[in-house]
Structures are given as C-alpha cells and as structure tokens.
C-alpha cells in the first residue's frame, strides 16, 4: 500500500509538473524568438560596421566626398540666405565691419565714426 500511495504522489507531481513546463512553453517560446531576433540585428548591426571599417581602411569610402559636397551646398544656400535677409547694403556692412576692426568707435555714443 505504501508503493501505491508513493506512485499516486509522484504521478501527481510529474502530473502538475508537465501542466506547469506547457503552460510556461508559449511564454519560453516567445522569449526565445524575442531574443534570436534581437541576437540577429545586433550581428547584423556588427557586421555592417565592419563592413564599413573594413572599406575606410582600404580606401574605398567615399562619404568624405559626399561630406564635402553637403559642406559646400550649405555654405551656398547660407550665403543666399544672409544676402537675402540682410538689414542693411554690402556697403554698409562692410563699412561697420571694418570699423568694428579699427577700433573707431565712439565710446560715449557707442556709434562709429569717421
């Protein structure tokens, strides 16, 4: 009698075991694919940046020429902007320009001079 109860507790403990493991299998699953996901864009991430470090050692980047061409394009467009926006003439900026520089200003009215 006692090998019988002692079957019955563990078919019961095997029993609420298995019901625990598959209950619990969905939820694992999803964890997994989760972080196979996340292992694979973080190799793939990995590899593209040695990819790109592997193309600067041997010289074949070329983003340091689109760099400067987006250098000059931003240079043009500003200087467009600033003609464009200006307060005052081109003489007249110059003008103050150049007196800022010489120090000919009026310290009592704080104007320039001439």
Do not use: C, F, W
Not at 10 to 37: H, P, Q
Not at 58 to 78: M, P, Q, Y
Request: glycine share 14%.
């Amino acid at each position: 009698m006692k090998m019988r109860k002692e079957n019955i507790l563990t078919n019961v403990l095997l029993g609420t075991g298995l019901y625990l493991l598959d209950s619990m299998r969905d939820r694992l699953s999803d964890s997994v694919d989760d972080l196979r996901g996340r292992a694979r864009d973080t190799y793939d991430e990995a590899s593209d940046r040695v990819s790109r470090a592997t193309d600067v050692i041997r010289g074949e980047d070329h983003s340091g020429l689109n760099t400067g061409l987006a250098v000059l394009i931003g240079v043009g467009i500003g200087v467009g902007v600033g003609m464009l926006l200006a307060p005052a003439s081109g003489e007249e900026t110059r003008q103050k320009i150049q007196d800022s520089i010489s120090g000919r200003r009026d310290p009592a009215t704080g104007t320039y001079g001439m």
